[in-house]
Each structure stands twice: as C-alpha cells, then as structure tokens.
C-alpha cells in the first residue's frame, strides 16, 4: 500500500473514532441531564476521548499479542518435549 492510501486510511480511522466518541459524550450528556456543550468544546472532548482510547487500544493489543506469542511458544516446546 503506498503512503497516500495509508495516510488517508489512518485520517478515515481517525475521523470514524472522533465521531463515535462525539455520539457517546452526546449521549452521556443528555443522559445526566446536562446541557450539551458547544460544537468547539465537544469537539475537543471528542478529539481527546478518541485519543485516549486508542491509546488503551493499542496498548491492549500489545498485551494480547505478546500473551498470544507466550502461549504458542509453550505449545512448541510441549510438542518438542512429546516428539510431535
């Protein structure tokens, strides 16, 4: 994939994570009954709550795939050990 399509791939991503995030905090602001904020401020909550979430995202994926390597490492070596 060239640059141009990854870079407008990641700016898609993006965009679709900042507009969930702008459904949830306008949801959860009508739920609690608290008037909405103005487009400027939930646009940076939204920037920011997208941001942090793909930080947890990534950082989770990490763990799994490490854990995934641990396992098929143990795997291996139990096979070696049965002469598989």
């Given amino acids: 994939?060239?640059?141009q399509k990854k870079k407008n791939l990641r700016k898609f991503?993006?965009?679709s994570e900042q507009k969930v995030a702008r459904s949830?905090?306008?949801?959860?602001?009508?739920k609690d009954g608290k008037p909405v904020p103005l487009e400027?401020?939930?646009?940076n909550e939204s920037q920011q709550v997208a941001g942090?979430?793909?930080e947890v995202i990534?950082?989770?994926g990490k763990?799994?795939?490490n854990e995934l390597k641990k396992a098929y490492i143990k795997e291996d070596r139990?096979?070696?050990k049965s002469g598989e």
């Fill in 1 to 3: 994939m060239d640059e």
């Fill in 13 to 15: 991503v993006q965009d």
């Fill in 24 to 30: 949830i905090l306008v949801w959860k602001y009508k």
């Fill in 40 to 43: 400027n401020q939930l646009e």
């Fill in 52 to 54: 942090r979430a793909h």
């Fill in 58 to 60: 990534v950082r989770r």
């Fill in 63 to 65: 763990n799994v795939w």
């Fill in 78 to 80: 139990k096979r070696e």
